[in-house]
């Protein structure tokens, strides 16, 4: 008898023309190898998401649909696909100023009246940037990029707040030292410039141990120096959103 072909759509003969295996091609779209190797054994459906970060990395548009016409694709065809859309400081330019467009309509029309969405909106926003980078690894090439632009600060950090707070620990590269006691005051120096979530969080976090001190004290109104700390925080916000968002 004999055997019968293997199954192959269009999703594998992407990746194989690219000569990726399906880990590769994994990492490469942002997902699990398992999702690859079930929508190419056909046990599963091309989501949308799937698709639309399919055509993002190759310009080939693929569908869910009971017959494929079976397509080709080599590194030949990617690379000249890859030279076609690749930016250049002024396409970047260009492709903010878009963005930007429909982030700011986006803002805009969570803030008519009525609507009631705007920091929902905006914090969606916000996770949504720091996922896409997280997929597709782009952390140290935003470092690199800020470097670059010089936008370094190096400041000292209380060695007990470093221990508290995890991701300001590793977003200034601390090491600690079991030597070093908590009241002492370390010079550290970390890119500047990126906002989204871990620079939120670094202002939620201080704003919940002012909030902790207060209750503490019990206390229901703010002293005079806790005034001005809130202040400073709010500032030193303005200034992180000034610098992802430059004018």
Same mark, same amino acid.
């Given at each position: 008898m004999p055997k019968k072909p293997k199954f192959k759509n269009n999703l594998t003969r992407v990746r194989e023309g690219l000569g990726l295996s399906q880990p590769e091609f994994a990492r490469k779209l942002g997902v699990s190898a398992s999702i690859i190797k079930k929508v190419?054994?056909?046990k599963r459906t091309l989501s949308q998401d799937l698709s639309a970060?399919?055509?993002?990395?190759?310009?080939?548009?693929?569908i869910s649909a009971p017959e494929e016409t079976p397509l080709e694709y080599t590194t030949e065809?990617?690379?000249?696909?890859?030279?076609?859309?690749?930016?250049?400081?002024?396409s970047v330019k260009g492709a903010e100023r878009v963005v930007m467009k429909l982030v700011e309509l986006l803002l805009a029309a969570s803030a008519?009246?009525?609507?009631?969405?705007?920091?929902?909106?905006?914090?969606?926003?916000?996770?949504?940037?720091?996922?896409?980078?997280?997929?597709f690894h782009m952390e140290k090439h935003i470092d690199a990029e800020l470097r670059d632009r010089q936008a370094t600060e190096t400041k000292l950090y209380n060695v007990g707040?470093?221990?508290?707070?995890?991701? !300001?620990?590793?977003? *200034? /590269?601390?090491?600690?030292?079991?030597?070093?006691? =908590?009241? #002492?005051?370390?010079? !550290?120096?970390?890119? *500047? /410039?990126?906002?989204?979530?871990?620079?939120?969080? =670094?202002? #939620?976090w201080q704003h919940r141990e002012?909030?902790?001190?207060?209750?503490?004290?019990?206390?229901?109104?703010?002293?005079?120096?806790?005034?001005?700390?809130?202040?400073?925080m709010e500032k030193q916000r303005d200034r992180d959103v000034d610098a992802f968002l430059p004018r």
């Open positions: 190419e054994a056909g970060a399919i055509f993002a990395e190759t310009g080939r548009l693929l065809d990617h690379a000249a696909w890859k030279k076609e859309v690749l930016f250049d400081q002024k008519r009246p009525g609507v009631e969405k705007s920091y929902v909106v905006f914090h969606a926003l916000i996770q949504a940037i720091e996922r896409v980078k997280n997929e707040e470093l221990r508290k707070n995890d991701l !300001l620990a590793r977003q *200034v /590269g601390f090491k600690d030292d079991p030597k070093l006691s =908590n009241e #002492a005051q370390i010079p !550290l120096t970390k890119s *500047v /410039g990126w906002l989204p979530v871990k620079e939120m969080f =670094n202002v #939620a002012l909030m902790q001190e207060m209750s503490r004290s019990g206390s229901d109104t703010l002293t005079e120096a806790q005034k001005v700390e809130l202040a400073e």
